[in-house]
């Protein structure tokens, strides 16, 4: 067995392999220098703690060691030689495979504006990203965050923690226009608003130019913006250069089906880099960039490379912390077609989407901490049960969702 991206994905997919009976060789091959780390304290806890800190391991070297899983770190996998089942590494090493997992993530997409890249433009993906940014974070560094998506605004709660003056410029007339509703993308933007932040949506970049140190922003709008540090936070694009190479299907990601196969029956694909039908939104093809959903994947992935026959469903969950904010989304709030809100006695908003047929698709609340969360992980279970509970006690916030979900068939 082997696994190409030692990423979230990629490494719990290695220990899910173990965990699933597997006794044969394993090999985990990672592009990055360092063992698998999580990504999510990147954007937080890496950039508002004291000191700048070591990646948060998901596994260590003797983790990997115990685990029975060669770890080649540094290296990247070039080509998969699919007529001979072996994966081609950098350096020319080959490393036979019965079923091979694809977990290659996504990396930032670059701000396509000419110049970008020599004008000091960073992007947040990695830790060695983090660690560079990070040191930029000074009191009063003027820092223009391009995009106003979930790493854009939580790299602008962290800078203005630090005391940066901060700028987000946004083409959207709104604020994390994909994956989330006009409401709760109001909240955010007030938030960040009485934080200090200048938000200006609807306004793009048209220019960059290097000045006395400085980069020098061109909006549409006409304005200019001087800043310290400009980093663009405009999506990801999957890691799709070795499947495409080794004439995979690909499809806004490596494509699969249920199982996460990939159109070879011997290569599996998983996480931020493959799209998939996703059986409980009527077979539409997704593709998630989110934590819960590399993990879950990779351990689906394992156990359908052992033979298992596991159609991957789970419910899409993502959060975001930005200050003392906490947004929870399950499911797919563009699927919805009708919005019911539940107002709790607590001032917790849950927002509820629910689609044409009464079905409800998706679920989110913005707050501080956990106050959603148990919320939240109900929706999941009612959304998973394709439920379709009654607009009007879905509202109501003195029947819990505990008693809707009892009241579901499994
Ligand atoms: C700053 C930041 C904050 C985030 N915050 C949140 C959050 O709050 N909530 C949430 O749900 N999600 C969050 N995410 C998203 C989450 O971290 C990702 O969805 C998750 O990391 C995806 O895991 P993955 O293993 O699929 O891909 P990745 O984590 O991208 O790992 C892929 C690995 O494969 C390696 N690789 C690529 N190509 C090759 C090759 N050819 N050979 C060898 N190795 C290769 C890459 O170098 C990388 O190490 C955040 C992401 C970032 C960047």
Redesign the pocket.
């Known amino acids: 067995m082997v696994v190409?991206?030692?990423?979230?994905?990629?490494?719990r997919a290695a220990f899910a392999l173990r965990e699933a009976g597997w006794n044969g060789p394993l090999t985990l091959?990672?592009?990055?220098a360092v063992p698998?780390y999580?990504?999510?304290p990147?954007?937080?806890s890496m950039m508002t703690g004291p000191h700048a800190s070591a990646p948060a391991t998901i596994c260590d070297a003797e983790m990997l060691r115990n685990g029975g899983i060669d770890f080649i770190a540094g290296?990247?996998?070039?080509d998969i030689d699919r007529d001979n089942h072996e994966v081609v590494l950098a350096h020319g090493r080959r490393i036979a495979y019965r079923r091979l997992l694809v977990?290659?993530?996504?990396?930032?997409r670059p701000l396509p504006i000419p110049g970008a890249a020599a004008d000091g433009v960073r992007y947040?993906?990695?830790h060695s990203d983090?660690l560079a940014l990070r040191d930029r974070l000074r009191p009063g560094a003027r820092i223009g965050v391009i995009g106003g998506g979930?790493?854009g605004l939580?790299?602008a709660a962290s800078a203005t923690l630090r005391g940066c003056a901060v700028t987000v410029v946004e083409l959207a007339p709104r604020l994390m226009s994909r994956g989330t509703t006009p409401q709760i993308a109001a909240v955010v933007a007030a938030r960040h608003e009485r934080a200090g932040v200048d938000v200006r949506c609807g306004t793009g970049v048209a220019r960059l130019e290097r000045r006395d140190g400085a980069t020098l922003l061109g909006l549409t709008t006409g304005e200019t913006l001087l800043c310290d540090t400009v980093v663009a936070g405009i999506g990801?694009v999957p890691?799709t250069?070795?499947a495409h190479k080794a004439g995979l299907a690909v499809d806004n990601g490596v494509r699969v089906d249920t199982r996460l196969t990939t159109s070879d029956p011997d290569v599996f694909a998983?996480?931020?880099?493959c799209s998939w039908p996703h059986p409980l939104y009527g077979g539409r093809r997704i593709r998630?960039?989110?934590?819960?959903?590399?993990r879950d994947q990779?351990g689906a992935a394992a156990r359908n490379m052992l033979g298992a026959d596991e159609p991957f469903a789970t419910v899409p969950?993502?959060?975001?912390?930005q200050y003392d904010l906490t947004l929870h989304i399950a499911g797919l709030p563009d699927a919805a077609t009708t919005e019911v809100v539940r107002r709790r006695h607590d001032g917790v908003e849950i927002r509820f989407g629910l689609g044409p047929d009464g079905r409800l698709l998706t679920a989110s609340a913005i707050g501080t901490e956990s106050a959603a969360a148990r919320d939240i992980r109900l929706a999941e279970l009612l959304i998973a049960r394709r439920a379709t509970p009654h607009p009007t006690t879905l509202a109501d916030p003195t029947v819990s969702l505990k008693a809707l979900l009892r009241q579901e068939p499994h």
């Open positions: 190409v991206g030692g990423g979230e994905c990629g490494a091959v990672g592009a990055e698998p999580e990504r999510p990147l954007s937080k290296t990247t996998a070039t977990a290659t993530g996504a990396t930032a947040l993906r990695s983090a979930f790493i939580e790299l990801a890691e250069a070795l998983a996480g931020d880099c998630l960039e989110s934590w819960r959903n590399a990779g969950w993502f959060w975001s912390d």
